[in-house]
């Protein structure tokens, strides 16, 4: 059985779960230098990994495997790209184009949140 998820966390602690997964686990807050943050969760027979997806202020998107079977992991972020002035200026004033983003780099490198938010 396969189940994937992602948790969308907004400043000021607000937290969309747009699938719940089996045995679901926590995700940090965002800190200040981070315009949107998601993670996707994908289970199978072998376990359920979890990994978080950041867009940094900076303009840095990353990811890293967060959760092994429910247990924390301190893996390296991965660099996906930087985003141009012109793109920060765009998702820094609109929270939903962050996630947006988020979610199709996350969709674009095998991994398959659900999105609905809509």
Request: charged residues 30%.
């Amino acid at each position: 059985m396969v189940v994937q998820s992602v948790t969308i966390r907004h400043p000021g602690g607000r937290r969309d779960r747009i699938c719940r997964p089996e045995g679901g686990s926590a995700v940090p807050r965002l800190t200040a230098r981070e315009i949107s943050r998601i993670e996707t969760t994908y289970t199978s027979d072998l376990g359920t990994f979890a990994w978080a997806w950041v867009v940094r202020a900076d303009g840095e998107v990353q990811y890293r495997l967060s959760h092994v079977d429910g247990r924390r992991e301190r893996n390296p972020w991965q660099s996906v790209c930087r985003l141009t002035t012109a793109e920060r200026r765009v998702i820094d004033s609109d929270q939903g184009r962050a996630t947006d983003l988020l979610i199709r780099l996350a969709r674009e490198r095998g991994h398959f949140p659900v999105d609905n938010r809509r």
